[in-house]
């Protein structure tokens, strides 16, 4: 690790320019608060106006080596300097730089003037290594009542008359006026002048609070003191440190290096590797948390509107005409009336608003109220459009890639710039189709990046085609994948030999035939054919062991899906295809008894692995042969008495859609099942099972009225005590229905049987026609050949 080389004070650089005087007694200390666009503008102002010979920012010292990336063109925040303990990349922290936040501008001033910076915080050494929880808990001295976590802002506002802290602030600090971005330095008295006045109100709040229930914060004091003693002793009082301004007074406090060192004696200490990382404008405003396992952030502060400050900060003038200008466009780009008219009478809303408030400047809430009023007719439904799109924003930031990476990163990063596939914090659709190969090459890669833990994106169901050969996924990168792509480089070097690392090593840990088969089919999604042998051995021997019909139900439809998946990517999956015929077979010997005797939620259960098992033997290569067989199983549940009524009306429906059941015998088993000596609740499970759900069992009913007239004559002779107890089953058959089903099945039962409808010419009963009208089937023919070859394309 190397530190920026110190360069020649300046003042022996510029001798002979201007006389330079240093404004203080000693180091000058910039407290600040962190993503402050008013904060950072006084920084500026203060550093041009002292020329410091060294600036100290809170922060890891593991980042020193890192700070001249700063200055690279290809560093452009928001970023994030990412710190992780190298055995347990899982405990990491950030410490997030936007480009209004006063560290970022202090980093890039020092670099910009050849001066050297240095961070001065606790290292991460020692923050990774302690529990995540270490000095968040109540502090209890002597018996007396737990300290109270204080606000220091909100102190501070409540003290100045002020209910909102976050108004006291921005009226105190964010809204002053000052040098533009690219900084115009001015007398040091007046550009140091609000630093004096925020370190005494801190002094003051830390000699009533202490740490304000904040134990951890000594420590990370203590180490500041320390770099600060070191940097004096080489640059001399000519020094200037930006941090948090809670942490001001505690580094003006009279102690020794002696005391220091003791309160960090004994730390533990973890190894850790340090980067830059992308951060965003949405991961700014969130709360952040403190370092350890998952950690959002090495800086206790979020920022609500990260956009809002974004635009403060560049504004060179008028801040909110220009921001109303932005609204403006953003609302006319969604087809929204909006005119100059309605800009300019905004602008006035919100200046009085801020006036009869007494604000010195129109805040977010002024332009939010004049927007809600003038360009939204005082909806609110367009104000979470402005808040998404430009109050947080879509910013992602970027960093160069001379910036350290762990090699898995490195290789991500070459897939996703060859695929064309972009990193992209708005969440988005992919549509993939997998005969294309870059289409497939990107499926295989976010199918392994899952398998991984990298969730960067979730398949979906798609809109367009429910075949094989498309995919849809949702998108949206965050920061935090970064942790995870590290934690999966324990794994390998690369995507592939990572993701095959892992798969291999899940198969042998695993003890449920579920979990062997689910891993099967995510490895021939993601193409995996080095570890397949591994997972196949592994899923052959959970299966010849598990004897719970239950288990292999469960299984059966993961390997059908496996099997369709390696069919569409050219997967060899003949030894999977085996064993999913065995388990076929045994499945289909040990269900029917497996059915008998369940209770309610048992049933329910086993109804929703029958209909998985019948859609999955129809996948497989053997379906033909295994067709009659699984059709003898159906017809055995539906025979056997001591079989739940939901399981056996589902049953003699998966019959009655494979025409293994003729109508009149599935009209004669409803008829058996709705019999007065049938109690009602088993009845109103039975039909629950038959035409329930949503598959198509309210169109049945519509088209064949003898089954509705048994529904309704069995309805009608339920006797009233034992109505209420099977309403709520009835309620969630029907309430499945699409409504304009539920409306003909009233119908039809309001005007009766007699009323018309199909009858059958041999028995004169309603029903179906005794054949086909083949001119109405025409009909159809046309459009469903455009839905055909529409899935084609």
């Known amino acids: 690790m190397t530190t920026p080389t110190a360069a020649p004070p300046p003042a022996a650089a510029g001798a002979g320019l201007r006389e330079r005087v240093w404004p203080c007694d000693g180091p000058m200390l910039l407290g600040v608060r962190h993503h402050g666009p008013g904060s950072a503008r006084a920084v500026l102002a203060a550093l041009d106006a002292a020329e410091p010979r060294a600036v100290l920012i809170e922060g890891p010292p593991e980042g020193d080596a890192l700070l001249p990336l700063a200055a690279d063109e290809g560093m452009v925040p928001p970023v994030a300097l990412l710190a992780h303990a190298v055995d347990d990349p899982g405990r990491a922290a950030f410490w997030p730089f936007a480009e209004f936040s006063p560290e970022w501008v202090a980093i890039r001033w020092a670099l910009g003037h050849d001066v050297p910076v240095r961070f001065v915080d606790l290292p991460a050494a020692h923050s990774l290594a302690v529990d995540p929880s270490w000095g968040d808990e109540e502090d209890v001295v002597d018996g007396e009542e737990p300290a109270l976590r204080v606000d220091p802002i909100g102190a501070l506002a409540e003290a100045a008359g002020y209910d909102d802290p976050e108004r006291w602030w921005e009226d105190v600090v964010e809204h002053r006026g000052g040098p533009d971005p690219a900084g115009r330095a001015g007398p040091a008295d007046a550009a140091l002048a609000p630093f004096a006045a925020v370190g005494e109100a801190m002094a003051a709040l830390r000699e009533r609070y202490g740490h304000g229930g904040h134990p951890r914060d000594l420590v990370r004091e203590a180490h500041m003191r320390i770099r600060l003693r070191a940097a004096r002793r080489e640059f001399g009082d000519e020094v200037a440190v930006v941090c948090g301004?809670?942490?001001?007074?505690?580094?003006?406090?009279?102690?020794?290096?002696?005391?220091?060192?003791?309160?960090?004696?004994?730390?533990?200490?973890?190894?850790?590797?340090?980067?830059?990382?992308?951060?965003?404008?949405?991961?700014?405003?969130?709360?952040?948390?403190?370092?350890?396992?998952?950690?959002?952030?090495?800086?206790?502060?979020?920022?609500?509107?990260?956009?809002?400050?974004?635009?403060?900060?560049?504004?060179?003038?008028?801040?909110?005409?220009?921001?109303?200008?932005?609204?403006?466009?953003?609302?006319?780009?969604?087809?929204?009336?909006?005119?100059?008219?309605?800009v300019i009478e905004a602008v006035r809303l919100a200046g009085t608003l801020a006036a009869v408030r007494d604000r010195p400047l129109a805040g977010l809430s002024e332009t939010t109220d004049a927007i809600r009023a003038v360009m939204c007719d005082g909806s609110d439904v367009p104000l979470a459009l402005i808040r998404d799109r430009l109050t947080v924003g879509d910013v992602l930031g970027e960093v160069p890639d001379t910036a350290p990476a762990v090699p898995l990163q490195r290789d991500l990063a070459?897939?996703?710039?060859?695929?064309?596939?972009?990193?992209?914090?708005?969440?988005r659709e992919l549509e993939l189709d997998l005969r294309k190969d870059n289409d497939a090459a990107r499926s295989r890669l976010l199918h392994r990046l899952r398998l991984l833990g990298v969730c960067w994106g979730s398949p979906e169901a798609g809109r367009r085609s429910t075949g094989t050969f498309r995919e849809t996924w949702r998108l949206r990168w965050e920061p935090e994948l970064y942790v995870r792509v590290a934690e999966a480089g324990a794994w390998g070097t690369t995507v592939l030999s990572a993701a095959t690392a892992k798969a291999e090593s899940e198969a042998v840990a695993a003890t449920a035939l579920a979990d062997v088969t689910s891993l099967a089919e995510r490895c021939l999604l993601a193409e995996l054919p080095d570890a397949l042998p591994v997972v196949m051995r592994a899923l052959a021997d959970r299966a010849a062991l598990d004897a719970d019909v239950g288990h292999l139900a469960d299984a059966l439809p993961a390997l059908a899906r496996s099997l369709r998946y390696g069919d569409v990517r050219a997967t060899d999956a003949a030894a999977l295809g085996e064993v999913a015929a065995g388990l076929a077979e045994r499945v289909c010997v040990g269900l029917p008894p497996a059915c008998a005797g369940l209770g309610d939620d048992a049933a329910a259960g086993m109804r929703g692995r029958l209909d998985a098992v019948h859609s999955a033997i129809g996948l497989l290569p053997q379906a033909a042969e295994l067709a009659g067989r699984w059709a003898d199983v159906l017809r055995r549940i539906v025979l056997r008495d001591?079989?739940?009524?939901?399981?056996?009306?589902?049953?003699?429906?998966?019959?009655?859609?494979?025409?293994?059941?003729?109508?009149?015998?599935?009209?004669?088993?409803?008829?058996?099942?709705?019999?007065?000596?049938?109690?009602?609740?088993?009845?109103?499970?039975?039909?629950?099972?038959f035409v329930g759900g949503t598959s198509g069992g309210g169109m049945l009913l519509v088209h064949d009225e003898r089954l509705l007239g048994l529904v309704d004559a069995w309805l009608m002779s339920v006797p009233a005590d034992a109505f209420t107890d099977v309403l709520p089953l009835l309620r969630r058959t029907f309430s499945a229905y699409e409504p304009g089903v539920r409306r003909t099945l009233g119908e039809l039962a309001r005007r009766g049987p007699a009323a018309g409808g199909p009858v059958r010419a041999e028995t004169g009963v309603p029903g179906f026609g005794a054949g086909l009208d083949e001119q109405r089937a025409d009909a159809v023919l046309s459009v469903l050949r455009l839905i055909l070859e529409g899935e084609r394309v």
């Open 642 to 689: 001591a079989v739940p009524g939901l399981i056996r009306g589902r049953a003699a429906r998966l019959l009655l859609d494979d025409d293994r059941l003729a109508e009149g015998e599935a009209a004669r088993l409803m008829g058996l099942a709705l019999s007065p000596g049938t109690p009602p609740a088993e009845a109103a499970a039975w039909i629950e099972g």
């Open 245 to 342: 301004a809670w942490h001001v007074p505690a580094l003006t406090a009279r102690t020794t290096a002696t005391a220091d060192r003791a309160l960090l004696k004994g730390l533990p200490k973890v190894r850790t590797e340090t980067t830059w990382v992308p951060w965003t404008h949405r991961r700014l405003a969130r709360l952040a948390a403190p370092p350890g396992r998952g950690s959002g952030g090495g800086y206790g502060a979020g920022v609500e509107s990260p956009g809002w400050y974004a635009h403060l900060f560049r504004a060179p003038d008028r801040p909110v005409e220009r921001w109303m200008t932005k609204v403006a466009g953003l609302l006319r780009e969604e087809d929204r009336m909006v005119s100059s008219a309605h």
């Open 414 to 427: 070459r897939h996703q710039r060859s695929l064309r596939l972009k990193a992209e914090p708005v969440e």
